[in-house]
């Protein structure tokens, strides 16, 4: 089932990057937030992460309210922050999930959702850019 949504994801131009130690297969775009995809039980996960800078550190609590309207807000995309060391540094992670049914339709849907909610929407919130390594104009890299 995995295949069919890489090769899906693969012809809107993404590439394979590489495959992380607990099997997330990284895809990468020129203009689209890289994209860790991983199957578990019948399910698919997807995958983005935004760096944060030193400044969540004095004002984590106007961030989160930030995610939780984002999440309030959001279809597909749930946001949630990372302070874990051992998940790599400070990030917000935004995470979907596909079910075991394959529609191409469907699919191409969903992912034009899940994109935006990705980027436009997170970069839209006032004041995010404050906490991110990445602004709205910054190139995409993985």
Not at 74 to 87: G, R, T
């Amino acid at each position: 089932m995995i295949r069919l949504v890489i090769e899906d994801i693969l012809s809107k131009g993404y590439t394979i990057d590489g495959e992380m130690d607990d099997n997330w297969i990284t895809l990468i775009h020129e203009s689209h937030t890289p994209i860790l995809i991983q199957e578990q039980n019948e399910l698919i996960f997807l995958l983005s992460k935004y760096r944060l800078n030193e400044r969540v550190k004095k004002d984590e609590i106007r961030l989160q309210r930030m995610l939780n309207k984002l999440n309030l807000k959001s279809v597909f995309a749930k946001f949630s922050l990372n302070f874990d060391p051992e998940q790599g540094p400070n990030a917000i992670i935004i995470t979907t999930t596909w079910f075991d049914i394959y529609s191409k339709e469907l699919f191409n849907n969903f992912l034009r959702i899940w994109q935006y909610e990705n980027r436009e929407m997170l970069f839209d919130v006032d004041g995010i850019e404050d906490f991110l390594l990445l602004t709205r104009k910054s190139k995409i890299v993985a």
